[in-house]
Every structure is written in C-alpha cells, then in structure tokens.
C-alpha cells in the first residue's frame, strides 16, 4: 500500500521544488527590475521565459553550442528576429531555452501519467508532448515579441514621415527634422530606431547607409521601399518632401491593404471555434430535451 503512494509523493515533492524555484526566480527577476534603471529599460522586450530562467538558460546554452552552429540559415533567420525584436538574447541562448524548455516540458508531461497511472505508451506520449510544448515556447515568445514591435513600427511610420515631411517642408534638412523628431518626447521603438540613425549620421556615416541599416535591423518591406525611394530622390536630385509625402500615404495605403486582408481571413479563423464549442453546445440544447423525453416515454433507444 506504501509503495503505490510512491509516485504520488515523488511528483509531490519535485512539484513543490519546481514551485519554491520560480517563486525564487520571480522574486529575484522583480528585485532587480527595480534597481537597474536604465539596464532594465534595455532588456524589456526580453520574454518573460529567458528572465524566469536566466541562470539555467546560460547553462543549457553551452549545450546547445555543440549542436546548432552560427553560421547554419536557421541560426541567421533566428538573429535576425531577435535584431527586430530589439531582444538583449543571442541565438544559442535561444537554442538553449528551448532545451531547457524540453526538459521541463517533459518533466511536467509525466506528473499527469504518475497521478492516474496509464499505460507506458500514454506516459511516452505525455513525455513526447510536454518536450515538444516546451521547446516550441521559447521561439514562439520571440517570434511574438519580433513581430509586436514590428507591428508598433509599422503604425507609427507613416506619422513620423508626415512629421519629418513638416520638418523639411519648414526648411531644415533631413538630420534636423530627424534630431526634432527624436527629441520631441514621443516614444516606441519606432523612435529608438530613429535615434540610432540619427547618432550613426553624427558619427560620419551617411544617412542613405544608416537608414538601410534600420531596414535590416527592423525588417520591416515598407520601409525598405521608403529608404529605396529616399535614395532614388537622393540620386536624381527630386524632391525630397514631396518623396516623403507620397511615401506616407503609401505607408497608409499598404496598412490599410494589410488590415483588409487579415479581416478577409476573420471567417475561416473562426470557423475552429465554431466547430470545436459553439455547434456542441447547440445540439446539447436541442436534443438534451428531445432524449429526456424519449426516454421518459419508455421507448429503448438504441446505438
């Protein structure tokens, strides 16, 4: 009799392990949130799971390191979202939450198949599971934090155009209007990115050079069309505010396409959740009544 209890106790204990552990991580992760000012300020777009689990990420990190080589596509395609994202995290150290993340997927697949004791292939599959949840959830976080700042980005374009295109328009030249820009008091990343622009021009580099830089840092298709068009302008000696200004409205335009095509999409996403808990729950209502009264009337029903 003790010993069925064994499983019990042992999933028991490592739940509260696990338990006492985060507990100490989030004590420590909020701690020094308030203490380093402008430190912290610089790794907020780091996701929540690489600030949990800092110490055992740069462990499993080393681990990584043998299996996935920095030169290898995946390896770029990942630094490159990470560069988007603005996160304070190098590829490996992905990697090697994800590892992390496996292990821990795992071990909490099988708490489930020691509670209700299943067959072996259950637990296998359990275990299967929870490690795949795991070392998904760390990419999707970066991915997700990637693309919620370029989103930020992308709202905030076309403004900061028209606002660069007044600048201009008023006589000041394209650092001018950009140092008013970024010292206007607006925030985002949009105009953390403006700032580096701006402080690469004030170190000698070029503005159509710093600007292609923005666009392979923030990887972001319109504004590569806007640093294409700069230079053109640039090239042919065109106008550059009337540039700016067709290139706002064509910012507006391409937002305005995009939000078209993802409410076209609105129907079909919907359509699994429909299917899934809104069609049960109508035929419950419908027939529930309809079965209790057949039986009510005594008539054998049959399957």
């Known amino acids: 009799m003790q010993n069925s209890h064994l499983p019990l106790s042992i999933c028991l204990f490592l739940a509260t392990v696990f338990f006492v552990l985060g507990l100490t991580h989030l004590f420590r992760v909020w701690r020094s949130s308030g203490t380093r000012g402008k430190a912290a300020a610089d790794t907020s777009n780091k996701p929540f799971f690489f600030k949990l689990f800092a110490n055992e990420i740069s462990q499993s990190t080393r681990l990584a390191a043998l299996?996935?080589?920095?030169?290898?596509?995946?390896?770029?395609?990942?630094?490159?979202?990470?560069i988007a994202g603005a996160m304070d995290l190098s590829a490996l150290e992905v990697r090697g939450a994800q590892l992390l993340g496996a292990i821990l997927g795992g071990i909490v697949g099988l708490v489930p198949v020691f509670l209700l004791g299943p067959a072996r292939i259950y637990a296998l599959l359990a275990m299967i599971l929870g490690a795949w949840v795991g070392w998904s959830y760390p990419l999707i976080q970066v991915r997700k934090v990637a693309e919620k700042r370029k989103e930020s980005i992308s709202k905030a374009l076309p403004f900061a155009i028209d606002l660069l295109t007044v600048a201009t328009q008023a006589g000041q030249d394209f650092g001018a209007a950009l140092r008013n820009l970024v010292g206007s008091g607006f925030t985002g990343p949009l105009v953390v990115e403006f700032g580096m622009v701006l402080r690469q021009i004030e170190l000698g580099k070029n503005r159509v050079e710093a600007l292609r830089a923005m666009a392979d840092r923030i990887q972001i298709e319109e504004f590569r069309s806007f640093v294409t068009a700069i230079v053109q302008s640039t090239e042919l000696g065109s106008s550059l505010t009337q540039t700016m200004r067709i290139q706002a409205e064509e910012l507006r335009r391409a937002r305005f396409h995009r939000a078209?095509?993802?409410?076209?999409?609105?129907?079909?996403?919907?359509?699994l959740p429909t299917a899934l808990f809104i069609l049960p729950a109508v035929f419950i209502i419908i027939f529930t009544p309809i079965i209790i009264r057949v039986i009510d009337s005594g008539v054998p029903i049959s399957f």
Request: positive net charge.
């Open 67 to 82: 299996f996935y080589p920095d030169t290898s596509p995946a390896q770029q395609a990942l630094s490159r979202d990470l």
């Open 260 to 271: 078209e095509r993802r409410a076209a999409r609105a129907p079909a996403i919907m359509l």
